[in-house]
């Protein structure tokens, strides 16, 4: 009996080793996975930081050139009625 007890409990201990290991593996792909996971996330939100910042970006500069061509349309509205009150009045002219 005793070497049946010493047999069985050479076996448990091989069990428990390899259940350690196994445990172990699934330890680390757990760990790859979580790590792989955090990794994508990063990637996505760059993405989408960037997308957001080109969308922004877009918004601003539309906004910007419409003010800059205003003047000069404006401008252009000025020289045009001018030039047209001389041609109607030559008598007034500067």
């Known amino acids: 009996m005793a070497r049946l007890a010493c047999g069985a409990s050479r076996r448990a201990a091989s069990d428990r080793a390899r259940l350690a290991s196994a445990r172990l593996s699934f330890v680390l792909d757990v760990d790859l996975v979580a790590r792989m996971a955090i990794w994508f996330m990063v990637a996505v939100s760059l993405i989408s930081a960037v ?3 080109w969308g922004f970006w877009k918004k ?5 050139e419409r003010r800059r061509r205003r ?3 404006l401008s252009r509205r000025k020289k045009k009625a ?7 009045n030559p008598a007034k002219a500067h």
Do not use: H, K
């Not at 601003?60 to 910007?64: A, E, F, G, K, L």
């Open 51 to 53: 997308d957001y910042f």
């Open 82 to 88: 001018l030039q047209e009150a001389e041609a109607n």
């Open 71 to 73: 003047p000069f349309i």
């Open 60 to 64: 601003i500069d539309t906004r910007v």
